[in-house]
């Protein structure tokens, strides 16, 4: 079955403590991209990568980290999470770096809380 | 700067109806347009997918229209089920030189249908 899958769908951590959401896809997607959603914000583009080895800051990268070693994976890293950064996060992913004429495919989400 | 914006931000009716969702962008410069379904703490699923050349699509009871020139799309669900009770999101993928395959969400409208 086609999918992203992500890791761990659930995380309550504390202010500080280094942590890491996996990403992966099977579908052989060049594009992959992570989204944070928070009330009245809607969702906001935090990373996204081109290809392999190509990584660039979306709307809202302070306080993360990502890598793109592998073409399935995509890992978010927060170094020192703090309190803002308690959202819930999509990892997402296309065949077409422009989406013009293709969707892209979400994970499940993570729900992080960070006290 | 592309901005979407979803009225109502919440709409109730009883089991049956037919009813209207709607969506409305700023820049018509758009490659598509798509609605999604998020359920309460979960992903999110791609329901239909506009290309700009298209006026409208159908999936089963959904069917999206698209008008570029006012910059308006509805959602229309036919005979609503309380299986249907979701939040619809419409997204815009960002457009030109400077795209970073990142999609543009509304706020979304949360649908509750009712036995």
């Known amino acids: 079955e086609a999918q992203v899958t992500q890791n761990p769908r659930y995380l309550i951590t504390v202010t500080g403590k280094k942590l890491t959401v996996t990403c992966s896809q099977n579908m052989n997607h060049e594009y992959m991209s992570w989204y944070r959603q928070d009330p009245g914000l809607g969702l906001r583009q935090i990373y996204y990568?081109?290809?392999?080895?190509?990584?660039d800051k979306g709307d809202v990268p302070e306080g993360y980290k990502v890598s793109r070693k592998e073409k399935r994976n995509f890992p978010l890293i927060l170094e020192s999470p703090s309190p803002n950064q308690t959202s819930l996060y999509f990892c997402a992913s296309s065949s077409d770096k422009v989406l013009r004429t293709d969707t892209q495919y979400f994970g499940p989400g993570t729900r992080l809380t960070v006290l | 700067k592309q901005e979407v914006t979803q009225i109502p931000a919440a709409l109730s009716v009883p089991e049956g109806e037919n009813l209207v969702l709607n969506c409305s962008f700023t820049?018509?410069?758009?490659?598509?347009l798509q609605w999604f379904r998020q359920d309460p703490g979960k992903g999110l699923t791609s329901l239909l997918l506009?290309?700009?050349?298209?006026r409208e699509q159908t999936s089963g009871r959904l069917n999206a229209s698209l008008d570029k020139s006012s910059g308006r799309s509805t959602l229309y669900i036919a005979a609503s089920q309380p299986g249907d009770s979701a939040t619809y999101l419409c997204?815009?993928?960002?457009?030109?030189?400077?795209?970073?395959?990142?999609?543009?969400f509304g706020q979304g409208t949360t649908l509750q249908v009712k036995p």
């Open positions: 820049d018509s410069a758009i490659y598509n």
């Open positions: 506009i290309q700009s050349s298209q």
């Open positions: 990568s081109m290809n392999v080895e190509v990584t």
């Open positions: 997204a815009v993928p960002k457009h030109g030189s400077s795209n970073t395959g990142k999609l543009i």
